[in-house]
């Protein structure tokens, strides 16, 4: 009779200890809890918000001169290397002047020779101005010595404009910088026959104490851009608008800001865009045409509606919060931005001012879980 009694406990004990382990076995692998989840709760709020956009820029110097050659010949001398800074009259090129030398020698050689015949016809008409005085010359004859003097006044013309043609010729030989930059990649080398008609040109001289940083604004974008800035015309909202600042291609913010200055005159078809131009000072030569960057502008935002980034979970590049029902069970509602403003994302849709959603304690939930509000947490003696 006692032995039963001690198995019968033994059975129960054991019953017991499954069930118990059964139990918790659920709540480590299901990862819930019995009864309702406490969740900490907010409300979407509006406020002031500042949304940072950024538009990728292509930059250029102020100034991107092609350096041709405005006569033919063979180059003989470079001054100057690749990358160089160079000022605004130094010799880069020399052309070989040999053939300009000989067209200029035989200029002033044609000017002495028309300037002798002018001479000449000089006196034949004087001793004819006399002659037609007493009679002795008729007026025809007269009238020939005055148009071969015209004509040998012209010729000291004609001869005086070729040696200004020849030493024009003769300078255009030296190839000089027009402004002030920094030399590019040569094209052609020594020997290299070189002629107005090539197509590339020898190298480019680029101005760079300043650069223009170009960006594309969408349709809607611009249209903002002109409602938020006072002013009647384009110039006046320019004048207006806020600088912006440029981020380098390695991420880092350039030390100066900058100011948009010019707006293209129509969009492209294509795209849908329009072309703005900022211009940022570049006293120490950071940034060279060709470089690449970041436009970056603020937008001021007033009563807009706010989520905690921190509240929210994201899937796909689809942003999602968590709310409950009626029956305070959890529903996932997909919500759409308008953008970041610090810790906050900016709502367009999914929620609005007022509607509560679930600020702590969402990691484990799932659509359909019941949730109660997180009671008040009482300090620990």
């Known amino acids: 009779m006692k032995q039963n009694v001690v198995k019968k406990r033994a059975t129960n004990l054991f019953i017991a200890l499954v069930l118990l382990s059964s139990c918790s076995g659920k709540q480590q692998d299901g990862g819930y809890q019995q009864g309702p989840a406490e969740v900490l709760f907010g409300t979407v709020t509006t406020g002031d918000a500042t ?20 006569v033919t010949g063979y180059l003989q001398k470079i001054f100057v290397d690749e990358g160089d800074y160079v000022r605004a009259g130094q ?13 200029l020698t035989n200029a002033r050689a044609a000017l002495s020779v028309a300037e002798s015949n002018l001479l000449t016809a000089k006196i034949e008409l004087d001793r004819k101005t006399e002659l037609t005085k007493n009679r002795i010359v008729s007026d025809i004859q007269m009238q020939e010595a005055q148009a071969s003097y015209a004509a ?48 590339d040109a020898i190298t480019v001289v680029s101005d760079n104490h ?58 492209n078809k294509n795209t849908g865009s329009i072309t703005l131009r900022a211009k940022f000072d570049n006293p120490r030569a950071e940034l060279r045409s060709g470089n690449t960057g ?20 994201s899937y796909q590049d689809k942003v999602f919060a968590y709310a409950v029902d009626k029956e305070n069970k959890v529903v996932q509602i997909p919500v759409a931005i308008s953008g970041k403003s610090e810790d906050n994302f900016i709502i367009r849709e999914g929620l609005k001012q007022g509607d509560r959603y679930i600020a702590q304690g969402f990691e484990r939930l799932q659509p359909g879980m019941p949730v109660v509000a997180q009671k008040q947490t009482q300090n620990k003696k």
């Open 210 to 267: 300043q650069v223009y940083a170009y960006f594309s604004l969408s349709e809607n974008d611009f249209v903002r851009f002109q409602r938020e800035h006072t002013g009647n015309t384009v110039a006046e909202k320019l004048k207006n608008a806020a600088p912006v600042a440029l981020l380098l291609s390695d991420g880092e913010e350039y030390h100066t800001k900058g100011r948009i200055d010019a707006v293209e005159g129509q969009f």
């Open 294 to 313: 970041k436009i970056v502008m603020y937008q001021q935002l007033k009563e807009m509606p706010l989520l905690p980034i921190a509240s929210t979970v």
């Open 91 to 103: 010799a880069l090129f020399k052309i070989e002047d040999r053939i300009f030398q000989e067209q």
């Open 152 to 199: 040998a006044k012209a010729s000291v013309a004609q001869a005086r404009s070729a040696i200004a043609s020849a030493q024009i010729n003769l300078d255009f030989s030296v190839i000089k910088s027009p402004v002030n930059g920094y030399i590019g990649r040569f094209n052609y080398r020594l020997g290299s026959l070189l002629s107005a008609s090539n197509q």
């Open 51 to 70: 949304i940072r956009n950024e538009y990728a820029s292509a930059i250029e110097g102020v100034s991107n001169i092609e350096i041709r050659p405005q």
